[in-house]
């Protein structure tokens, strides 16, 4: 498919990438590739778990009153 190309090249802007991602969960290289590209934007923190998002945000809140 054209997608498997466009994700293959890089060349999908991350928003369709992410769609994409959404719709083909089997496809581990377009996965791997869309948190490549959030794990590189500055401030992104990628948490697995409901816990791991709740220290992260109790942590952010605890920088900002500081």
């Given amino acids: 498919r054209l ?4 994700v293959s090249s890089r ?3 991350p928003e369709r990438l992410r769609e994409y991602v ?5 496809d ?3 996965f791997q590739h869309y948190l490549s590209i959030i794990r590189a934007k500055p ?3 990628v ?3 409901e816990e791991e998002f709740d220290a992260e945000l109790r942590k952010r809140i605890t920088q900002e009153t500081i």
């Fill in 43 to 45: 401030g992104r923190v």
């Fill in 11 to 13: 060349a999908l802007p």
């Fill in 47 to 49: 948490t697995r778990t």
């Fill in 28 to 30: 581990e290289d377009a």
């Fill in 22 to 26: 959404r719709r083909n969960p089997e």
């Fill in 3 to 6: 997608i498997k190309q466009w």
